[in-house]
C-alpha cells in the first residue's frame, strides 16, 4: 500500500525556471493538499482540493498553480521559480468530511538558486 | 489574527518521564484538533484528534486534553522513551473549512537516557 507518493524527493531551480511537483494517492481520497514547510516554521496550506475538478486557493498560492484531473493525482506547478520559494513541499490527502487524518507524502526539498 | 501557538523553545525530558506539550490558539473555533508527529526529512504522521465536544482522548501512552474556553490543547507522553524524540504539531480543523489543515509551528521533544 503506497499512501501519498511525491515525486521527486529533492530538486534544484534556476531563478525563472518552471517545474512540476508530482503527488499521486492511492487510497481513493477525495481531499488533497500542498503544504510548504520553510526551516522552524509549521506547514503553510498553498492549495487543496475537495474532488476531482475542484481545487481552492489556500493560505499562500501565489506563484503556485494546481490542477485535479483525477482522483489520485494533484500536481503543483511552479512556474517562474523565485529564492522565495525554497522550502520543503508536503502533499497530503484525506478522507471525506469531517474528523478524517491526513496523509502525507513524504516531501520534496526544492531549492532555488 | 489567527494564531496558532507551540512552545518554539525544545523539550528536553529524562526517560520515563510524562512529556506534556501545548498548543494555544488565538481567534478560531475549531471543531476539531489533531496530534501528529514529523521526525528529521519525513512527512508528518497522524497521533490523536479529538473534537470540540471532548475534554480527553488516550491512545496507549498518548493523551490529549482539550479546553475550548482555554482556547488550549495539551498533548502528554507518558513513561517517556528516546523513540518519542521527534517534533509534534498541532492542527485545527475549522467547521465548513472544506477539511483544512491549519498547523501549528511544533514543538521539539527530546527524550534522554
Known amino acids: 500500500n503506497a499512501g501519498v507518493t511525491q515525486t521527486p524527493k529533492f530538486r534544484i531551480l534556476k531563478i525563472g525556471q518552471s517545474m512540476t511537483l508530482q503527488c499521486a494517492q492511492d487510497?481513493?481520497?477525495?481531499?488533497m493538499y500542498w503544504y510548504r514547510q520553510d526551516p522552524g516554521m509549521g506547514l503553510k496550506l498553498i492549495y487543496y482540493?475537495?474532488?476531482?475538478?475542484?481545487?481552492d486557493k489556500g493560505e499562500v498560492p501565489n506563484g503556485y498553480n494546481v490542477s485535479r484531473s483525477t482522483t489520485e493525482d494533484f500536481p503543483l506547478r511552479l512556474e517562474l521559480a523565485a529564492p522565495s520559494q525554497t522550502s520543503v513541499y508536503f502533499c497530503?490527502?484525506?478522507?471525506?468530511?469531517?474528523?478524517?487524518?491526513?496523509?502525507f507524502g513524504q516531501g520534496t526539498r526544492l531549492t532555488v538558486v | 489574527s489567527q494564531k496558532i501557538e507551540q512552545n518554539s523553545e525544545a523539550l528536553n525530558i529524562q526517560e520515563g518521564k510524562t512529556a506534556t506539550l501545548t498548543c494555544n490558539y488565538t481567534?478560531?473555533?475549531?471543531?476539531?484538533l489533531q496530534w501528529y508527529r514529523q521526525d528529521p526529512g519525513r512527512g508528518p504522521v497522524f497521533l490523536l484528534l479529538?473534537?470540540?465536544?471532548?475534554k480527553e482522548k488516550r491512545k496507549e501512552r498518548l493523551k490529549v486534553t482539550f479546553d475550548t474556553t482555554l482556547k488550549q490543547s495539551l498533548f502528554h507522553i507518558t513513561a517517556s522513551q528516546p523513540a518519542d524524540s521527534a517534533t509534534y504539531l498541532c492542527?485545527?480543523?475549522?467547521?465548513?473549512?472544506?477539511?483544512?489543515?491549519?498547523f501549528g509551528t511544533g514543538t521539539q521533544l527530546k527524550v534522554e537516557l
Open positions: 481567534n478560531y473555533s475549531p471543531a476539531y
Open positions: 492542527a485545527l480543523i475549522l467547521t465548513g473549512g472544506g477539511n483544512k489543515l491549519t
Open positions: 479529538i473534537r470540540e465536544n471532548e
Open positions: 482540493s475537495v474532488g476531482a475538478g475542484i481545487t
Open positions: 487510497m481513493n481520497h477525495n481531499y
Open positions: 497530503a490527502s484525506s478522507n471525506q468530511q469531517g474528523a478524517a487524518e491526513a496523509f
